[in-house]
Structure formats: structure tokens, C-alpha cells
């Protein structure tokens, strides 16, 4: 049952990621919607966050591999 939550929550970062990529002003703070340039830092982190997401899936699935 560990295995599964340790390659779910990865998961979960890539589809918040992927939000914050296709929406970036629902994404963003109220307050700070209406400044310029805060939908495109908003859709480079939702990038960041992808990437990162991607690599904890695969450090983990290599490693429920390697314990397996």
C-alpha cells in the first residue's frame, strides 16, 4: 500500500503543475492577477513544476523497482 501513495503523490505535483500551466490566472493570487507579466511567471513555474513532479515519479518507480 506504500507503493501506491509513493508513486500517486508524484502524480498529484504533475497534474498541479499541469493546472498551472493551462490556467495561469486561476492559478494566480487575486491580488495579483492583474499585474503584467504574473501569467507568464505563474505558467514558467507550472513548467518547474512538472519537471520536478516527473522526476520524483521516476526516482520513486525506480526504487519500488529496486525493492521489488
Do not use: H, W
Amino acid at each position: 500500500m506504500y507503493y501506491v501513495f509513493k508513486l500517486t503523490f508524484p502524480l498529484i505535483i504533475v497534474g498541479l503543475g499541469i493546472f498551472m500551466t493551462a490556467m495561469p490566472l486561476k492559478a494566480t493570487k487575486k491580488e495579483l492577477r492583474e499585474e503584467p507579466g504574473q501569467a507568464k511567471k505563474t505558467r514558467r513555474n507550472g513548467v518547474i513544476v512538472i519537471i520536478t513532479g516527473l522526476a520524483m515519479f521516476a526516482i520513486s518507480l525506480f526504487s519500488t523497482l529496486l525493492v521489488l
